[in-house]
C-alpha cells in the first residue's frame, strides 16, 4: 500500500475555501486517492475518489496531477460543521477494502 | 435507506471478562469489515467477510478475537478474555462488490462501539 503524506493539522475560517494536499510518491498504476472525513464519535465517511485529473460532486473537489504522486483536496466555502479529520487513502482494488488509514488532517473552522 | 449500525456503542468491562460486539451492514452488501481504533493510534484494519466467509484476517491481533458472520448478515465481534490493550474504539464498515461500476469501493461506516476494559 503506498504511504501518504498529509499535514497535521489546518485551521481556517467560515467562508473561506481549504485545500489540503496528500503526496503518495509510491502510488501505483492500479491506485484509487480516496478522501474520508471523520467527526467526533463517528465513522469515517466517504468524501470522494478519483483516479486522475479533477473530480468534483456537492461536497469537495478532487485534484490530481498527472504524475498522481499528490492530490489536493479541495472545499469550497467551508463552514463550522466542517471541522472534522481529513483521510487521505491510496486505495488498491485487490486489497478490497483494507485501507490504511494514517493519522489524517485535522481541520478547524474557526467563526 | 438505514446506515451500518453497530451495538452497543459503548461498553465498560473488567479485565478477563467477555464482550460481544455486533454490527448490522446496510442490506444487500456483501463485504463487511472490522477496523478499531485503539488510545492514541490510527484506525486500523481487523478483518474482511465476503458474506459469510474470512476473505482477511490478518488484522486480528490474536486468538482472543473471534469473528463470525452467520448466514451472510450481521456479524459479530467477541474478545474472550478481555485484555485492557483492548480498549479503544471497534468501527465495523459495509461495502458492495465496486467491480463492473469503473469506481475502486466505497466504505460505509458504523458510529463504532467504544470499549473500556478496566
Known amino acids: 500500500l503506498a504511504k501518504t503524506t498529509q499535514p497535521i493539522s489546518m485551521d481556517s475560517y467560515e467562508g473561506q475555501e481549504v485545500n489540503i494536499t496528500c503526496s503518495h510518491n509510491n502510488i501505483a498504476t492500479n491506485d484509487y486517492i480516496t478522501w474520508y472525513q471523520q467527526f467526533p464519535s463517528q465513522g469515517p465517511r466517504f468524501i470522494i475518489q478519483g483516479y486522475k485529473t479533477k473530480v468534483t460532486n456537492e461536497v469537495a473537489s478532487l485534484f490530481i496531477p498527472a504524475d498522481r504522486k499528490s492530490s489536493t483536496l479541495s472545499l469550497p466555502r467551508v463552514s463550522l460543521s466542517d471541522t472534522a479529520v481529513y483521510y487521505c487513502?491510496?486505495?488498491?482494488?485487490?486489497?478490497?477494502?483494507?485501507?490504511?488509514f494514517g493519522r489524517g488532517t485535522q481541520l478547524t473552522v474557526w467563526p | 435507506e438505514a446506515g451500518v449500525t453497530q451495538f452497543p456503542s459503548h461498553s465498560v468491562i473488567e479485565k478477563g471478562q467477555t464482550v460481544t460486539l455486533r454490527c448490522d451492514p446496510i442490506s444487500g452488501h456483501d463485504n463487511l469489515y472490522w477496523y478499531r481504533r485503539v488510545m492514541g493510534k490510527e484506525i486500523k484494519f481487523l478483518l474482511h467477510f465476503v458474506k459469510e466467509s474470512k476473505q482477511d484476517e490478518s488484522g486480528m491481533p490474536n486468538n482472543r478475537f473471534l469473528a463470525e458472520r452467520t448466514g451472510g448478515t450481521y456479524s459479530t465481534l467477541k474478545v474472550q478474555p478481555a485484555e485492557l490493550e483492548d480498549s479503544g474504539v471497534y468501527f465495523c464498515?459495509?461495502?458492495?462488490?465496486?467491480?463492473?461500476?469503473?469506481?475502486?469501493?466505497?466504505?460505509?461506516f458504523g458510529s463504532g462501539t467504544q470499549l473500556s476494559v478496566l
Open positions: 487513502i491510496v486505495d488498491r482494488g485487490s486489497t478490497l477494502g483494507r485501507l490504511y
Open positions: 464498515a459495509s461495502s458492495q462488490d465496486p467491480r463492473g461500476t469503473g469506481t475502486n469501493e466505497k466504505l460505509f
